[in-house]
């Protein structure tokens, strides 16, 4: 049992250029999320999925796609890569019930921007 | 407005006193607080759990309160060791919706 793997774990990508991040989850959780750390704030929400086919914003999605075609994945896309993007992006999944259920998060993708 | 507030920002103890983060919210409706531990380079891992009808909740040595009137919560780390350096946040989640509320952490470091 993995958890939540995410690849890669180090990117530095140059300005206009567009790259998927892979989050896996081998819990049968229902719930995924996308997070973003910037240096001393908050992890902000990008997009969430509560199910196969179903995806939602978040806090801040400007820039970023993603999809839900398995339970197990839930890729983040972004497309023309700007310096804001800079950031450690996190992938998290959960069951989904109760509500008291926990966020399982994964080890993070540090993202550079130049 | 739906915040979470944390304190200090950061704080270096020595290695086995005590201390005590704190953190305010003010998401309603309310539905449960949760503590992370995130150590340096990994994702945060769930410490403890508590919701509205509770006020106190241990795991090991991390104990955390909640005063849902004054919307307050403190994790407590007793006897501190060099492996409780990391970064603690607070989460709270409101009764709707999917969002989860992240404060921005206080990071602690233990020093031998």
């Known amino acids: 049992n993995a958890g939540v793997t995410q690849t890669p774990k180090f990117r530095i990508l140059k300005i206009g250029q567009s790259m998927t991040l892979q989050c896996t989850q081998d819990m049968n959780h229902n719930y995924m999320y996308w997070y973003r750390q910037d240096p001393g704030m908050g992890l902000k929400l990008i997009y969430y999925?509560?199910?196969?086919?179903?995806?939602d914003k978040g806090e801040v999605p400007n820039g970023y796609n993603v999809s839900r075609s398995t339970t197990e994945d839930f890729p983040l896309r972004l497309e023309l890569a700007a310096p804001s993007q800079t950031s450690v992006y996190f992938c998290?999944?959960?069951?989904?019930?109760?509500?008291?259920?926990?966020?399982?998060f994964g080890p993070g993708t540090r993202l550079t921007v130049l | 407005k739906n915040q979470v507030e944390q304190s200090p920002q950061s704080l270096i103890i020595l290695e086995g006193k005590n201390c005590t983060l704190q953190?305010?919210?003010?998401?309603?409706?309310?539905?449960?607080l949760r503590w992370y531990k995130q150590d340096t380079g990994r994702g945060p891992v769930s410490l403890t759990i508590?919701?509205?009808?509770?006020n106190t909740k241990s795991n090991g040595r991390y104990t955390a309160t909640l005063d849902a009137d004054t919307k307050q919560s403190s994790l407590h780390i007793t006897a501190s060791q060099l492996s409780d350096s990391a970064s603690y946040i607070c989460?709270?989640?409101?009764?709707?919706?999917?969002?989860?509320?992240f404060g921005t952490g206080t990071s602690l470091t233990v020093i031998p």
């Open positions: 998290a999944s959960r069951p989904g019930f109760p509500s008291t259920d926990t966020q399982y």
């Open positions: 508590m919701t509205f009808s509770e």
């Open positions: 999925s509560v199910g196969a086919g179903i995806t």
């Open positions: 989460v709270v989640t409101p009764n709707t919706g999917n969002q989860f509320y």
């Open positions: 953190c305010n919210y003010t998401v309603s409706p309310f539905s449960n």
